[in-house]
């Protein structure tokens, strides 16, 4: 078949004056085709009209693809029973030329980003050998769109806390941080919405706020708005991991870290640069980070149990025994797990990545072996409640001399009252209770709260009576 430029200049030559076989000679074509291309006198190449076998069968195909579920090996195999000769190639064939079950491809967008204006992130999980062993983890990638710079971490799982992390790490590797990122709809980031209506929650806000940039979310099916990010995860599983396996976390990491530093030290075809030329002018414009970085941490609240530990993710951690029974707090940081009392740092433990039935204990924590308390040496109790207040040793000795049952419950239960009601009404009922030999602490407390009510509160007098208007006489 003649193509479109071959007939022009036949029919160009024709109008010339020229004639079939100086046309056939010169264009090096039969003279039949030109006679033919003369005859239409269109320089359109005309369709071929070709009866396809699937044609015949074009009801059947349109009835068994519903009930086949859109199935064209299970059509195909219908067709053969009912008596079509034609091959699966044919059908398909005949389907995508038809739009049977086919789409046609629409051509994809491009997004152009300026230096700082955004960057990518996302997570996918990965069959990693870690330890010896596969292990399914999850891998967090950050992507700046200008200059293609990436930085990418692995997690045993990912939450808020280790979203944290993760960004609070990309960010002191770059340097900064571009005022957008684009997000997927992850429950991670988002409170509720989804693209342009989505609404981060409060936590990620306030942490996005702290680095001055604002999160977004592309809309649902619109994956290629973070094309970026999710082409790097290709590159990471097949390259970065193949072949490698890691001893620990800490080796992963680091090695993670490196091979990032290779990748973007290497030229990109499509960039015609390499990604640290580009960040070189990129970096001038991020947002720079605060003056300080504070540690990300998860806050969890424990009762020290009977043991002198207090449990997080299953692994334990010994505080100092003198704790037992408290409720304490714990920070979870990358690192560490600290235990605080108060606003005191009592305790602080490396921190294991993987829930592994741990029993971490530090020798200062327990007492002296083989040594028990000396029955002269002070309960703990004792000596914060002198502490709190040295006019307390006189009760304190009568109540050692008759305890009601065991003197450690009864001296926990006096520096409770002691540290939560107000100091005079408290020392007054002290003051009366040592006067009458008075050591029942149920008591005592009902006598604290006499007194509170007594000098701290104001109560409401009796209301005066409403006065009565006199009626008049009725008229009528």
Not at 341 to 353: C, K, T
Not at 367 to 385: D, H
Not at 445 to 454: C, F, G, S, T
Request: charged fraction near 25%; hydrophobic fraction near 40%; include cysteine.
């Amino acid at each position: 078949m003649l193509d479109q430029d071959t007939r022009t200049a036949i029919l160009q030559l024709k109008e010339r004056g020229q004639s079939i076989r100086a046309i056939a000679r010169a264009l090096k074509v039969a003279r039949d085709s030109v006679r033919g291309v003369i005859q239409m006198g269109s320089k359109e190449v005309p369709e071929l009209a070709r009866e396809e076998k699937a044609e015949a069968w074009h009801d059947d195909i349109l009835e068994l693809f519903p009930s086949c579920k859109e199935n064209l090996v299970r059509v195909h195999e219908e067709l053969l029973v009912r008596g079509a000769t034609l091959s699966y190639q044919a059908l398909t064939g005949y389907c995508r030329r038809h739009g049977i079950g086919f789409e046609p491809k629409l051509p994809a967008g491009r997004y152009h980003f300026g230096p700082g204006e955004e960057m990518q992130h996302d997570t996918s999980p990965h069959r990693v050998k870690l330890g010896g062993t596969v292990r399914l983890i999850q891998d967090a990638s950050l992507v700046l769109c200008h200059s293609r710079m990436l930085f990418h971490q692995y997690y045993p799982t990912f939450n808020r806390f280790w979203c944290k992390v993760f960004l609070t790490e990309a960010f002191q590797f770059f340097g900064g941080a571009c005022g957008r990122c684009m997000i997927d709809n992850t429950h991670v980031v988002v409170a509720h919405g989804t693209g342009a209506t989505m609404i981060p929650a409060p936590e990620m806000a306030a942490f996005a706020e702290r680095f001055g940039f604002l999160f977004r979310a592309h809309e649902k099916g619109d994956a290629n708005r973070s094309a970026h990010v999710e082409r790097a995860f290709d590159h990471i599983e097949n390259n970065f991991l193949a072949g490698r396996e890691f001893k620990d976390w800490e080796d992963l990491n680091r090695q993670a870290r490196a091979w990032s530093e290779k990748v973007n030290a290497t030229p990109k075809r499509s960039l015609h640069a390499s990604p640290r030329d580009l960040f070189a002018l990129e970096r001038t414009v991020l947002k720079p980070l605060p003056i300080w970085v504070p540690s990300v941490y998860q806050l969890h609240h424990r009762i020290v149990d009977s043991e002198g530990y207090v449990n997080v993710h299953r692994n334990r951690y010994s505080v100092p025994y003198t704790l037992i029974g408290r409720q304490l707090e714990v920070r979870e940081t990358q690192d560490r797990i600290e235990v605080f009392e108060g606003p005191r740092l009592v305790a602080s433990h490396p921190h294991p990545w993987d829930p592994l039935e741990l029993r971490v204990t530090i020798p200062a924590h327990r007492p002296p072996r083989g040594e028990g308390r000396s029955k002269a040496e002070p309960f703990p109790q004792e000596v914060e409640l002198l502490r709190l207040e040295p006019r307390l040793a006189g009760y304190l000795a009568a109540l050692k001399a008759h305890p009601p049952g065991r003197i450690t419950l009864a001296l926990r239960r006096l520096l409770g009252m002691a540290r939560d009601y107000p100091r005079q009404p408290f020392l007054k009922a002290v003051e009366t209770a040592l006067a009458y030999g008075l050591f029942d602490l149920d008591r005592l407390d009902r006598m604290i709260l006499k007194n509170v009510a007594q000098n701290y509160f104001e109560l409401a007098e009796e209301p005066a009576p409403i006065p009565q208007i006199p009626e008049g006489p009725r008229e009528g």
